[in-house]
């Protein structure tokens, strides 16, 4: 496999856009995206990878697993209690090596996704360690594996198949699991989470003496599922240590922190001067009256950046809306915070929420 290179934060997917890689993207990019025909007809969940400019069907067995060499599309299509129409959210999530090609045709995708469907979609942003529980919620169980289109990953005969291993823990929700490939040597082992050495043929499961009784039922269950997917080739046997079954190597175990909540911000994106400029309205109490409609307006609370975007804002504002946002966030201490996007009259309760008022 290839070596993965780490982007550069400061080249983000969405400033990409006007570049030679926006080109490339529509150059590749049929009129209409083939995917995305007889989505959203009922409540259904789909994912979706991108490869070298285009958008793949990604397995459905192969849910809740994501390449960190890779970028993904995600659309959950579902119905509110009391409702009959369809409601949907449809998220890019960018990899910690994903290549600037993937990421940015991921986002432009999104995009052409929410307007195949009249724009009833909520558009998110979701960066590798950053998620929104709401993204996590989709899946079973949330795993993270090294490789990807564009490093050279590809699937083995379980004689050649190079061991790995995967730590399973509680997530950041209780009783949310997530599981990580990490570094396959002794030194990425705890005594307080469970851990998965994946050979092939055979999967080793160890429970730590002070992991929990969730992550070890969780453990066992993914093991069961993933020697399943092998069609019964694969062994599972529950093992009292692994110390002696790995080689040794330093620690690269890291769990991601949180952001931690600052004061709530509400920020004004208007081209109503002559030219772009992103201004502070409020850091205390946001209102619902600060949002008029020929605006684009940005709330920031340090955990999530939300963008609402008023009916009579401007092409140029809602072409920059995503662009400038993301060059905001990249001059504060959280960065990588989810982005989601909600156009004015399709505000869900949750945006409501935000308000004193």
Same mark, same amino acid.
């Given at each position: 496999?290839?070596?993965?290179?780490?982007?550069?934060?400061?080249?983000?997917?969405?400033?990409?856009?006007?570049?030679?890689?926006?080109?490339?993207?529509?150059?590749?990019?049929?009129?209409?995206?083939?995917?995305?025909?007889?989505?959203?007809?009922?409540?259904?969940?789909?994912?979706?990878?991108?490869?070298?400019?285009?958008?793949?069907?990604?397995?459905?067995?192969?849910?809740?697993?994501?390449?960190?060499? *890779?970028? /993904?599309?995600?659309?959950?299509?579902?119905?509110?209690? %009391?409702?009959?129409?369809? !409601?949907?959210? &449809? @998220?890019?999530?960018?990899?910690?090596?994903?290549?600037?090609?993937?990421?940015?045709?991921?986002?432009?995708?999104?995009?052409?996704?929410?307007?195949?469907?009249?724009?009833?979609?909520?558009?998110?942003?979701?960066?590798?360690?950053?998620?929104?529980?709401?993204?996590?919620?989709?899946?079973?169980?949330?795993?993270?594996?090294?490789?990807?289109?564009?490093?050279?990953?590809?699937?083995?005969?379980? *004689?050649? /198949?190079?061991?790995?291993?995967?730590?399973?823990?509680? %997530?950041?929700?209780?009783? !949310?699991?997530? &599981? @990580?490939?990490?570094?396959?040597?002794?030194?990425?082992?705890?005594?307080?989470?469970?851990?998965?050495?994946?050979?092939?043929?055979?999967?080793?499961?160890?429970?730590?003496?002070?992991?929990?009784?969730?992550?070890?039922?969780?453990?066992?269950?993914?093991?069961?599922?993933?020697?399943?997917?092998?069609?019964?080739?694969?062994?599972?046997?529950?093992?009292?240590?692994?110390?002696?079954?790995?080689?040794?190597?330093?620690?690269?175990?890291?769990?991601?922190?949180?952001?931690?909540?600052?004061?709530? !911000?509400?920020?004004?994106?208007?081209?109503?001067?002559?030219?772009?400029?992103?201004?502070?309205?409020?850091?205390?109490?946001?209102?619902?009256?600060?949002?008029?409609?020929?605006?684009?307006?940005?709330?920031?609370?340090?955990?999530?950046?939300?963008?609402?975007?008023?009916?009579?804002?401007?092409?140029?504002?809602?072409?920059?809306?995503?662009?400038?946002?993301?060059?905001?966030?990249?001059?504060?201490?959280?960065?990588?915070?989810?982005?989601?996007?909600?156009?004015?009259?399709?505000?869900?309760?949750?945006?409501?929420?935000?308000?004193?008022?």
């Amino acid at each position: 496999m290839l070596k993965q290179k780490n982007y550069d934060w400061k080249d983000t997917n969405m400033a990409l856009f006007g570049s030679d890689v926006e080109k490339n993207i529509k150059k590749h990019s049929a009129e209409t995206e083939t995917q995305w025909h007889g989505t959203g007809k009922s409540v259904e969940l789909r994912v979706w990878r991108i490869n070298h400019f285009k958008v793949e069907k990604w397995p459905m067995h192969e849910y809740g697993k994501f390449y960190t060499g *890779d970028s /993904y599309i995600v659309l959950n299509v579902f119905k509110v209690e %009391g409702h009959d129409d369809l !409601k949907m959210d &449809v @998220h890019f999530w960018i990899g910690k090596y994903s290549t600037q090609d993937e990421y940015a045709t991921a986002a432009y995708k999104t995009v052409e996704l929410d307007n195949f469907h009249n724009d009833v979609p909520v558009q998110h942003r979701e960066v590798q360690g950053y998620e929104t529980e709401k993204f996590k919620s989709y899946f079973k169980f949330f795993t993270y594996l090294d490789g990807g289109c564009d490093t050279g990953f590809h699937h083995v005969g379980l *004689d050649a /198949y190079k061991p790995r291993l995967l730590w399973v823990t509680t %997530g950041k929700t209780k009783n !949310k699991t997530e &599981v @990580h490939e990490v570094s396959c040597v002794r030194g990425s082992l705890n005594d307080c989470d469970c851990f998965i050495l994946d050979k092939g043929a055979e999967i080793l499961l160890y429970h730590g003496p002070k992991s929990n009784l969730h992550e070890k039922n969780q453990s066992n269950q993914y093991s069961h599922e993933l020697a399943d997917t092998r069609q019964g080739k694969s062994k599972v046997a529950v093992v009292d240590e692994l110390h002696s079954l790995v080689p040794e190597g330093d620690n690269e175990l890291q769990k991601i922190a949180a952001y931690t909540k600052t004061d709530d !911000k509400i920020l004004k994106l208007s081209d109503a001067t002559g030219k772009m400029e992103l201004t502070v309205v409020d850091t205390v109490d946001l209102t619902k009256s600060m949002l008029t409609s020929d605006d684009i307006f940005y709330i920031d609370n340090g955990a999530e950046l939300f963008i609402w975007c008023g009916n009579g804002a401007s092409v140029d504002e809602r072409r920059e809306s995503m662009i400038t946002a993301t060059r905001y966030l990249n001059t504060t201490n959280h960065p990588f915070a989810p982005v989601s996007v909600f156009k004015q009259g399709k505000e869900t309760p949750e945006f409501w929420a935000l308000f004193t008022d």
